[in-house]
């Protein structure tokens, strides 16, 4: 029997948690409840809705929600985490993060 590795654990930075303030109720539990389906297990390998990013200033890997895009980051020592470092809304094919317009490619 194989044992499955131990859950990552979910951490959001400061500017995460300010960027969810800014959205309404809904938004904010559906990306809590995404965020934990989505990257307690394996959040480092690309699917159809996370994929890594080109180098850039906000995290190297980006999970989509909709119209709700997850920027985070993983480690695997000492322990595994994901750490989710902004949460922006895209329109077009522009991205808003805490009311400014990011580039992230």
């Given at each position: 029997m194989v044992?499955?590795?131990?859950?990552?654990r979910i951490e959001y930075a400061r500017e995460a948690v300010?960027?969810?303030d800014r959205m309404d109720a809904r938004r904010v539990a559906t990306v809590l409840d995404t965020v934990i389906r989505q990257l307690s297990h394996e959040p480092a390998t690309a699917t159809r809705?996370?994929?890594?990013l080109r180098a850039n200033a906000v995290a190297?890997?980006?999970?989509r929600i909709?119209?709700?895009?997850?920027y985070f980051d993983v480690a695997e020592d000492p322990e595994p985490i994901v750490t989710v470092r902004a949460?922006?809304?895209?329109?077009?094919e522009k991205v808003v993060?805490?009311?400014?317009?990011?580039?992230i490619q």
């Amino acid at each position: 029997m194989v044992r499955s590795r131990r859950p990552y654990r979910i951490e959001y930075a400061r500017e995460a948690v300010l960027h969810l303030d800014r959205m309404d109720a809904r938004r904010v539990a559906t990306v809590l409840d995404t965020v934990i389906r989505q990257l307690s297990h394996e959040p480092a390998t690309a699917t159809r809705n996370r994929k890594p990013l080109r180098a850039n200033a906000v995290a190297p890997w980006e999970l989509r929600i909709g119209d709700i895009r997850v920027y985070f980051d993983v480690a695997e020592d000492p322990e595994p985490i994901v750490t989710v470092r902004a949460v922006g809304i895209k329109f077009r094919e522009k991205v808003v993060i805490g009311g400014n317009e990011v580039d992230i490619q």
